[in-house]
């Protein structure tokens, strides 16, 4: 996300185009639940389950299914990782969409490093993976992209 918010102050992409491609990751995440099932964590029956208590609750997933006792702390640990490594990154989404060029990554991740923006690098992520390092506004963005997706693939 810091490179995106890198991006937008350069004015190489606009704050609605970066919404754009947070809302695409957003959507493009594989649920845990499915994610579950596909490892062996869980059964089908097991996933509706929580899907159906969490409809009753509107926790998250892997909240829920720890407080049920069907995931342990390490097996949840290990789907949220499965689940970033099967999220495809923003800076693939904002080359798919054609906004900026691979070589404008490198670039641009170049002169961000060299500039040492270090205040923009993620320093700790929620359970939703959202960077709660950065300013108020874009964990918003963020979590509005995050609900629109959930929203539109239920």
């Known amino acids: 996300m810091w490179l995106g918010i890198h991006l937008v102050r350069r ?6 185009q970066l919404f754009s491609a947070v809302e695409l990751q957003a959507s493009r995440r594989p649920p845990l639940g499915q994610l579950a099932i596909k490892s062996g964590k869980m059964t089908m029956k097991q996933v509706f389950a ?3 208590r969490q409809a009753d609750w509107r926790g998250a997933f892997g909240k ?3 407080e049920m006792r069907l995931l342990t702390k390490r097996q949840l640990a290990d789907l949220l990782l499965l689940q970033t490594e099967s999220t495809p990154s923003l800076s693939e989404l904002l080359i798919e969409m054609r906004l900026v060029t ?5 670039h641009e991740l170049a002169r961000a490093r060299d500039s040492k ?3 923009c690098l993620p320093l700790s992520k929620d359970s939703q993976g959202i960077d709660s390092s950065l300013p108020a ?3 918003n963005v963020q979590s509005e992209a995050f609900a629109h997706a959930n929203q539109t693939s239920e």
Do not use: C, K, M, Q
């Open 64 to 66: 829920t299914a720890r």
């Open 137 to 139: 506004f874009v964990t």
């Open 102 to 106: 691979p070589e404008i990554v490198a």
């Open 11 to 16: 004015g190489v992409i606009t704050s609605e």
């Open 50 to 52: 929580v899907l159906s």
């Open 117 to 119: 923006l270090d205040h």
